[in-house]
């Protein structure tokens, strides 16, 4: 059963990963395209709790950070989706109530994620970038995310639900 | 289950070992240059992925063309990709023909043209394009080692450079684009032969634009000047002639010694699809090899 879950896992990281990079065609907005790894990190941190979402988040940024167009430092996005599915991992008793609340955490996550990742190229100044492209494009990958929530999100927390595994007193 | 009890504090443990997993990987990644340990595990995700992306690319481009079908009909969608390869034809000739000019000119001229009208290419479609939010323009195009590509080659389009591979898998390879900017291009002005460094900015929309410094401080770049490649040793990772941009604006700070002028790029590269890859000529491939010949003479692949 165990192997069955990380299987689906596996194949959902996979699959949101490969569709960042591929359907960049019609999807991309000035380059910038929803971060699909990040919604499911998002997901499984409102259903899971901040343990599972932050492996998950590993797990998921080392696959963007491995993919082929990849060229940037391996780890910088593993390291900002563990902090993402950590922090949306402690909020998830409020976000959990309403879908504003959800919609919040997902926009907070998506601002977390991209600038953790933009704060890691300045630091070990790969690539050098500028701070005003930096600027430019956390806000529209935040509105990009949170217009694809409604259609993610509920989808993911129902996937992460079902694979949940049988729990008491809760 | 006591990690679903909503009234106790997550544990920081698991936290702070990813956290410190992360950083190893970055310091390994980042310390390592250019041979860096982590490159086996790159190599080995990007033949995963790749045929993945490649599976996805497939799937997703018939519905690429979805958005026209409201816009045109077809038959006016066919003239117009006429047009648009005949513009593109007619614009590679009239921005080459200065430095042919320039080529003839010199002693030199007529054998360098014949060597650089020789660039074989392989033939390969862009299947995937790197997010913005990671800050680096790079694609990956469905053509790899079994088809010839190496690391260090030139890519082109037919509107003129398009990048450099800086990594090839077994069938997949990844192109650092010109606009990246971490990339470096040595460029030549095409009416007086001067060279420069043309930097990119990092932006692919409409407005991407590259940087040029000259070598020679005393000249002033002329507005619509045309650049081409200014080529490195044994045309890796640049060959020489192949266009790159147009000037767009000239400016000088008391700063710099230097004139700095602003280029804007021949390519296309928010909508890059069909790209060549310079390769040697006689290449081992797994596809047909196209000449850039003016017969447009097609080697016979293996297929």
């Known amino acids: ?170 | 289950m006591a990690m679903h009890d909503p009234h106790k504090r997550p544990s920081r443990t698991v936290l702070v070992l990813l956290l410190l997993a992360s950083f190893t990987l970055i310091t390994l990644d980042a310390r390592g240059g250019e041979d860096s340990p982590i490159d086996p595990l790159r190599s080995a995700a990007g033949e995963v992925f790749g045929p993945i992306e490649e599976g996805t690319a497939t799937v997703v481009r018939p519905f690429s063309a979805v958005p026209d079908f409201f816009r045109t009909t077809g038959s006016l969608r066919d003239d117009v990709t006429r047009l648009q390869a005949e513009n593109s034809a007619l614009r590679g000739e009239l921005v080459t023909s200065d430095i042919d000019r320039n080529r003839i000119a010199e002693l030199d001229g007529l054998l360098r043209t014949s060597k650089d009208t020789g660039y074989a290419l392989v033939p390969s479609r862009v299947i995937a394009m790197g997010p913005a939010q990671s800050f680096s323009r790079t694609v990956t195009i469905d053509a790899g080692t079994t088809s010839g590509v190496r690391p260090d080659m030139t890519v082109v389009n037919n509107d003129g450079l398009v990048g450099r591979v800086i990594r090839a898998h077994r069938g997949t390879a990844t192109v650092l684009l010109i606009v990246d900017a971490e990339s470096v291009v040595g460029g030549r002005l095409g009416s007086s032969m001067e060279v420069g460094f043309l930097r990119g900015r990092g932006d692919v929309g409409g407005n991407g634009r590259l940087d040029l410094d000259l070598v020679d401080n005393a000249v002033t770049p002329a507005k619509d000047d045309v650049l081409v490649t200014w080529g490195s040793e044994n045309g890796a990772p640049y060959v020489s002639g192949i266009p790159i941009g147009r000037v767009t604006s000239v400016f000088s700070s008391p700063r710099e010694l230097a004139k700095r002028a602003t280029i804007d790029p021949l390519v296309d590269f928010s909508s890059l699809d069909l790209v060549g890859v310079v390769v040697r000529d006689g290449t081992k491939s797994d596809r047909t090899v196209v000449k850039a010949d003016r017969d447009a003479a097609v080697e016979g692949g293996q297929r």
């Not at chain 1, 490969?18 to 919604?39: E, I, T």
């Not at chain 1, 941190?45 to 901040?50: M, S």
């Not at chain 1, 109530?97 to 070990?124: D, H, K, N, W, Y």
């Open chain 1, 1 to 170: 059963m165990i192997a069955v879950r990380a299987l689906v896992v596996t194949g959902v990281v996979t699959l949101a990963v490969v569709l960042q990079v591929g359907l960049f065609g019609f999807l991309a907005y000035d380059g910038v395209v929803p971060n699909l790894a990040l919604l499911v990190v998002v997901a499984a941190a409102l259903v899971r709790g901040p343990e599972f979402a932050a492996v998950l988040g590993f797990l998921s940024g080392l696959a963007i950070d491995l993919a082929p167009p990849a060229d940037h430092v391996i780890g910088r996005w593993a390291l900002a989706l563990v902090i993402v599915g950590y922090l949306a991992g402690r909020v998830r008793h409020d976000a959990r109530t309403s879908a504003v609340a959800a919609v919040i955490a997902v926009a907070a996550s998506s601002f977390v994620g991209t600038s953790v990742f933009a704060l890691s190229g300045l630091v070990l100044g790969d690539p050098a970038l500028p701070v005003a492209e930096a600027l430019q494009v956390i806000p529209v990958a935040v509105v990009y995310d949170v217009l694809l929530t409604p259609f993610v999100l509920p989808l993911m927390m129902l996937l992460f639900r079902r694979l949940e595994p049988v729990q008491v007193g809760y």
